[in-house]
Protein backbone atom coordinates (compact mmCIF):
# COMPACT_ATOMS: atom_id res chain seq x y z
CA UNK A 1 0.00 0.00 0.00
CA UNK A 2 1.34 3.42 -0.97
CA UNK A 3 2.11 6.23 1.56
CA UNK A 4 -0.71 8.13 0.05
CA UNK A 5 -3.25 5.42 0.22
CA UNK A 6 -2.36 4.49 3.35
CA UNK A 7 -2.35 7.66 5.10
CA UNK A 8 -6.43 8.20 3.58
CA UNK A 9 -7.12 4.97 5.44
CA UNK A 10 -6.01 6.23 9.07
CA UNK A 11 -7.72 9.41 8.18
CA UNK A 12 -10.87 7.73 7.13
CA UNK A 13 -10.67 5.31 10.90
CA UNK A 14 -10.16 8.76 12.87
CA UNK A 15 -13.27 10.74 10.99
CA UNK A 16 -15.17 7.31 12.04
CA UNK A 17 -14.34 6.88 15.58
CA UNK A 18 -13.22 10.01 16.88
CA UNK A 19 -10.07 8.44 18.65
CA UNK A 20 -7.74 5.00 17.02
CA UNK A 21 -4.87 3.62 18.71
CA UNK A 22 -1.92 3.12 16.78
CA UNK A 23 -1.75 -0.44 17.33
CA UNK A 24 -5.33 -0.77 15.89
CA UNK A 25 -4.02 1.88 12.85
CA UNK A 26 -1.37 -0.87 12.14
CA UNK A 27 -3.70 -3.52 12.28
CA UNK A 28 -5.57 -2.37 9.54
CA UNK A 29 -3.42 -1.11 7.23
CA UNK A 30 -1.29 -3.71 7.86
CA UNK A 31 1.94 -2.35 8.48
CA UNK A 32 4.54 -1.62 11.60
CA UNK A 33 3.44 1.49 14.07
CA UNK A 34 6.85 2.77 13.32
CA UNK A 35 5.61 3.01 10.16
CA UNK A 36 1.68 4.06 11.22
CA UNK A 37 3.17 6.76 13.57
CA UNK A 38 5.08 7.88 10.49
CA UNK A 39 2.18 8.92 8.96
CA UNK A 40 -0.08 10.24 11.59
CA UNK A 41 2.70 12.99 12.25
CA UNK A 42 2.38 13.54 8.55
CA UNK A 43 -1.32 13.80 8.66
CA UNK A 44 -0.96 16.21 12.18
CA UNK A 45 1.34 18.22 10.14
CA UNK A 46 -1.47 19.05 7.81
CA UNK A 47 -3.98 19.58 10.40
CA UNK A 48 -6.04 17.10 9.26
CA UNK A 49 -5.85 14.98 12.84
CA UNK A 50 -4.09 15.32 16.28
CA UNK A 51 -1.31 12.77 17.77
CA UNK A 52 -2.42 12.11 21.58
CA UNK A 53 -1.41 9.20 23.97
CA UNK A 54 -0.21 6.21 21.65
CA UNK A 55 -3.17 6.88 18.98
CA UNK A 56 -4.67 9.79 16.86
CA UNK A 57 -8.13 11.83 17.60
CA UNK A 58 -10.20 14.09 15.45
CA UNK A 59 -8.19 17.89 15.70
CA UNK A 60 -9.91 19.97 18.18
CA UNK A 61 -8.80 18.32 21.72
CA UNK A 62 -11.57 16.73 22.52
CA UNK A 63 -13.01 13.54 21.40
CA UNK A 64 -16.19 12.93 19.90
CA UNK A 65 -18.46 9.85 20.66
CA UNK A 66 -18.73 6.77 17.89
CA UNK A 67 -21.34 4.91 17.29
CA UNK A 68 -21.73 1.27 18.33
CA UNK A 69 -20.92 -0.44 15.13
CA UNK A 70 -17.26 1.56 15.13
CA UNK A 71 -16.69 0.60 18.76
CA UNK A 72 -17.16 -3.00 18.63
CA UNK A 73 -14.48 -3.74 15.72
CA UNK A 74 -12.01 -1.59 18.51
CA UNK A 75 -9.65 -3.07 21.11
CA UNK A 76 -11.68 -6.66 20.98
CA UNK A 77 -8.83 -8.71 22.39
CA UNK A 78 -8.10 -5.82 25.36
CA UNK A 79 -11.90 -5.75 25.84
CA UNK A 80 -12.53 -9.39 26.05
CA UNK A 81 -9.24 -9.41 28.77
CA UNK A 82 -10.86 -6.89 30.88
CA UNK A 83 -14.22 -8.40 30.73
CA UNK A 84 -12.34 -11.85 32.27
CA UNK A 85 -10.66 -9.99 34.89
CA UNK A 86 -13.68 -7.84 36.14
CA UNK A 87 -15.76 -10.53 36.18
CA UNK A 88 -13.66 -12.08 38.87
CA UNK A 89 -14.51 -9.04 41.13
CA UNK A 90 -18.09 -9.94 41.54
CA UNK A 91 -19.49 -12.36 43.90
CA UNK A 92 -22.15 -14.90 44.04
CA UNK A 93 -25.88 -12.94 45.04
CA UNK A 94 -24.71 -9.59 44.73
CA UNK A 95 -26.91 -7.05 43.35
CA UNK A 96 -25.17 -4.70 40.91
CA UNK A 97 -25.09 -2.02 38.09
CA UNK A 98 -23.87 -2.22 34.82
CA UNK A 99 -23.60 0.80 32.52
CA UNK A 100 -24.01 1.33 28.66
CA UNK A 101 -21.07 0.22 26.68
CA UNK A 102 -19.04 -2.74 24.32
CA UNK A 103 -16.78 -3.24 27.05
CA UNK A 104 -19.84 -3.93 30.07
CA UNK A 105 -21.50 -5.42 27.31
CA UNK A 106 -18.61 -8.32 27.15
CA UNK A 107 -18.65 -8.13 31.17
CA UNK A 108 -21.89 -9.25 31.30
CA UNK A 109 -21.68 -12.61 28.48
CA UNK A 110 -19.67 -13.29 31.24
CA UNK A 111 -21.99 -12.11 34.06
CA UNK A 112 -24.54 -14.97 33.18
CA UNK A 113 -22.25 -17.73 34.69
CA UNK A 114 -22.26 -15.96 37.93
CA UNK A 115 -25.74 -17.35 40.15
CA UNK A 116 -27.85 -15.02 42.02
CA UNK A 117 -27.49 -12.06 40.57
CA UNK A 118 -29.74 -8.90 39.86
CA UNK A 119 -28.21 -6.97 37.30
CA UNK A 120 -29.56 -3.24 36.93
CA UNK A 121 -28.63 -1.55 33.85
CA UNK A 122 -29.59 0.92 31.15
CA UNK A 123 -28.12 -0.89 28.35
CA UNK A 124 -30.04 -3.02 26.44
CA UNK A 125 -27.21 -4.62 25.07
CA UNK A 126 -26.30 -5.64 28.42
CA UNK A 127 -29.85 -7.09 29.02
CA UNK A 128 -29.39 -9.12 25.92
CA UNK A 129 -26.38 -10.82 26.95
CA UNK A 130 -27.75 -11.47 30.16
CA UNK A 131 -31.43 -12.43 28.62
CA UNK A 132 -30.76 -16.53 28.85
CA UNK A 133 -29.27 -16.70 31.96
CA UNK A 134 -31.96 -18.73 34.45
CA UNK A 135 -30.12 -17.75 37.37
CA UNK A 136 -29.56 -13.75 36.57
CA UNK A 137 -32.33 -11.15 37.30
CA UNK A 138 -32.04 -8.26 35.00
CA UNK A 139 -33.96 -4.95 36.15
CA UNK A 140 -33.86 -1.94 33.33
CA UNK A 141 -33.86 0.96 34.02
CA UNK A 142 -36.71 3.45 32.04
CA UNK A 143 -35.89 6.36 29.71
CA UNK A 144 -35.75 6.95 26.00
CA UNK A 145 -33.65 4.60 23.74
CA UNK A 146 -30.34 6.24 22.79
CA UNK A 147 -29.80 4.59 19.13
CA UNK A 148 -26.41 5.13 18.74
CA UNK A 149 -25.22 3.28 21.84
CA UNK A 150 -28.56 1.04 22.33
CA UNK A 151 -29.05 2.48 25.88
CA UNK A 152 -31.68 4.01 27.99
CA UNK A 153 -30.90 8.00 28.82
CA UNK A 154 -32.77 11.14 30.15
CA UNK A 155 -35.17 12.05 33.09
CA UNK A 156 -36.89 8.74 32.92
CA UNK A 157 -33.74 6.38 33.37
CA UNK A 158 -32.20 8.68 36.13
CA UNK A 159 -35.46 8.50 37.93
CA UNK A 160 -35.89 5.02 38.08
CA UNK A 161 -32.73 4.55 40.07
CA UNK A 162 -33.41 7.08 42.90
CA UNK A 163 -33.50 4.94 45.90
CA UNK A 164 -31.54 2.16 44.50
CA UNK A 165 -28.52 1.16 46.49
CA UNK A 166 -26.25 -1.83 45.13
CA UNK A 167 -23.06 -3.34 46.40
CA UNK A 168 -21.48 -2.15 42.96
CA UNK A 169 -21.21 -0.58 39.77
CA UNK A 170 -19.35 -1.20 36.51
CA UNK A 171 -18.96 1.63 34.26
CA UNK A 172 -16.73 2.21 31.15
CA UNK A 173 -16.82 5.80 29.02
CA UNK A 174 -14.97 7.53 26.03
CA UNK A 175 -11.81 8.73 28.03
CA UNK A 176 -9.80 8.62 31.54
CA UNK A 177 -7.72 10.79 32.98
CA UNK A 178 -6.13 10.73 36.86
CA UNK A 179 -7.33 14.51 36.90
CA UNK A 180 -10.77 14.66 35.64
CA UNK A 181 -11.88 11.37 35.88
CA UNK A 182 -13.94 9.27 33.91
CA UNK A 183 -15.92 11.00 30.73
CA UNK A 184 -17.84 10.76 27.90
CA UNK A 185 -18.83 12.93 24.95
CA UNK A 186 -22.70 13.02 25.23
CA UNK A 187 -24.50 14.53 27.51
CA UNK A 188 -27.47 12.40 28.44
CA UNK A 189 -25.11 9.34 28.83
CA UNK A 190 -23.33 11.36 31.33
CA UNK A 191 -25.75 12.11 33.42
CA UNK A 192 -27.47 8.47 33.66
CA UNK A 193 -23.84 7.17 34.41
CA UNK A 194 -24.02 9.45 37.28
CA UNK A 195 -27.08 8.34 38.88
CA UNK A 196 -25.60 4.72 38.40
CA UNK A 197 -23.08 5.72 40.39
CA UNK A 198 -24.82 7.33 43.35
CA UNK A 199 -26.50 4.05 43.40
CA UNK A 200 -23.11 2.12 43.99
CA UNK A 201 -20.85 1.87 46.88
CA UNK A 202 -18.11 1.29 44.62
CA UNK A 203 -17.03 2.24 41.62
CA UNK A 204 -15.64 -0.21 38.91
CA UNK A 205 -14.32 1.33 35.72
CA UNK A 206 -13.77 -1.08 32.61
CA UNK A 207 -11.49 1.18 30.39
CA UNK A 208 -8.54 -0.07 27.58
CA UNK A 209 -5.33 1.52 27.42
CA UNK A 210 -6.60 3.95 24.19
CA UNK A 211 -9.15 5.72 26.67
CA UNK A 212 -5.95 6.55 29.44
CA UNK A 213 -4.49 10.21 29.13
CA UNK A 214 -7.91 11.07 26.57
CA UNK A 215 -10.57 13.80 27.99
CA UNK A 216 -13.87 14.05 26.74
CA UNK A 217 -16.30 16.87 28.02
CA UNK A 218 -18.77 15.73 30.21
CA UNK A 219 -17.48 14.40 33.58
CA UNK A 220 -18.82 11.02 34.57
CA UNK A 221 -17.19 9.85 37.36
CA UNK A 222 -14.38 11.87 39.60
CA UNK A 223 -11.14 10.40 40.23
CA UNK A 224 -11.61 10.39 44.14
CA UNK A 225 -15.02 8.11 43.25
CA UNK A 226 -13.25 5.68 41.58
CA UNK A 227 -12.41 2.60 43.45
CA UNK A 228 -10.93 -0.33 40.80
CA UNK A 229 -9.61 0.29 37.51
CA UNK A 230 -9.57 -2.66 34.88
CA UNK A 231 -7.32 -2.06 32.27
CA UNK A 232 -5.10 -3.71 29.78
CA UNK A 233 -1.54 -3.64 29.62
CA UNK A 234 -0.41 -0.36 27.55
CA UNK A 235 2.13 -0.87 24.88
CA UNK A 236 6.01 -0.62 25.75
CA UNK A 237 6.35 2.85 24.44
CA UNK A 238 3.11 4.64 25.47
CA UNK A 239 4.40 6.26 28.07
CA UNK A 240 1.54 8.41 28.25
CA UNK A 241 -0.89 5.93 29.41
CA UNK A 242 1.88 4.53 31.81
CA UNK A 243 2.22 7.68 33.34
CA UNK A 244 -1.39 8.35 33.98
CA UNK A 245 -1.70 4.91 34.96
CA UNK A 246 0.99 5.51 37.80
CA UNK A 247 -1.30 9.26 38.93
CA UNK A 248 -4.28 7.22 39.04
CA UNK A 249 -2.63 4.95 41.40
CA UNK A 250 -1.07 7.90 43.71
CA UNK A 251 -4.56 9.35 43.91
CA UNK A 252 -6.12 6.22 45.16
CA UNK A 253 -7.12 3.77 42.34
CA UNK A 254 -6.48 0.46 42.49
CA UNK A 255 -5.45 -0.99 39.59
CA UNK A 256 -6.31 -4.31 38.03
CA UNK A 257 -4.08 -5.29 34.50
CA UNK A 258 -5.54 -7.62 32.47
CA UNK A 259 -3.33 -9.45 29.42
CA UNK A 260 -4.30 -8.85 25.97
CA UNK A 261 -4.83 -12.35 24.84
CA UNK A 262 -7.99 -12.82 26.60
CA UNK A 263 -6.88 -14.94 29.32
CA UNK A 264 -8.66 -14.25 32.66
CA UNK A 265 -5.54 -13.58 34.70
CA UNK A 266 -4.08 -10.46 35.46
CA UNK A 267 -2.07 -8.37 38.20
CA UNK A 268 -3.16 -5.81 40.70
CA UNK A 269 -1.18 -2.82 40.99
CA UNK A 270 -1.47 -1.47 44.31
CA UNK A 271 -2.27 1.87 44.70
CA UNK A 272 -1.05 4.38 46.90
CA UNK A 273 -4.35 5.43 48.80
CA UNK A 274 -5.81 8.83 49.97
CA UNK A 275 -8.78 9.15 52.55
CA UNK A 276 -12.36 8.92 50.01
CA UNK A 277 -15.80 9.74 50.62
CA UNK A 278 -17.47 7.22 53.26
CA UNK A 279 -19.59 4.56 51.12
CA UNK A 280 -22.86 4.75 50.10
CA UNK A 281 -24.76 1.57 52.06
CA UNK A 282 -28.18 0.32 52.25
CA UNK A 283 -29.67 -2.38 54.45
CA UNK A 284 -28.26 -5.61 53.95
CA UNK A 285 -25.46 -5.02 51.24
CA UNK A 286 -22.19 -5.93 51.45
CA UNK A 287 -19.77 -2.96 52.86
CA UNK A 288 -17.56 -1.59 50.39
CA UNK A 289 -14.23 -2.19 50.32
CA UNK A 290 -11.79 -0.54 53.10
CA UNK A 291 -9.05 1.60 51.46
CA UNK A 292 -6.12 -1.34 51.47
CA UNK A 293 -3.07 -1.40 53.39
CA UNK A 294 -0.70 -4.76 52.77
CA UNK A 295 -2.54 -6.91 54.50
CA UNK A 296 -5.91 -6.14 53.43
CA UNK A 297 -4.10 -6.20 49.94
CA UNK A 298 -3.00 -9.83 50.35
CA UNK A 299 -6.59 -10.77 51.78
CA UNK A 300 -8.00 -9.35 48.31
CA UNK A 301 -5.68 -10.75 46.21
CA UNK A 302 -6.39 -14.46 47.77
CA UNK A 303 -10.37 -13.57 47.01
CA UNK A 304 -9.74 -13.18 43.91
CA UNK A 305 -7.43 -16.25 43.40
CA UNK A 306 -10.23 -18.20 45.22
CA UNK A 307 -12.70 -16.90 42.57
CA UNK A 308 -10.50 -18.11 40.00
CA UNK A 309 -10.03 -21.80 41.11
CA UNK A 310 -14.30 -22.34 40.66
Do not use: C, W
Not at 137 to 150: A, D, F, K, P
Not at 211 to 224: A, I, R
Not at 286 to 298: D, F, K, S, T, Y
Amino acid sequence: MFAAERRQLILEMVRANGAVSLRELARVVQTSEVTVRRDVRALEAEGLLDRRHGGAVLPGGFTRESGFPQKSHLATAEKTAIADLAANFVEEGEAIVVGAGTTTQELARRLARIPGLTVVTNSLLVAQALAHANRVEVVMTGGTLRGSNYALVGSGAEQSLQGLRVSRAFLSGSGLTAERGLSTSNMLSASVDRALVQAASEVVVLADHTKLGTDTMFQTVPTEVITRLVTDEPPVHDDRAHTELQALADQGVQIAVAGATGASGGDEVPARRRPLPGPRRGQGLRPAAAVLGEQGAERERARVADLRRR
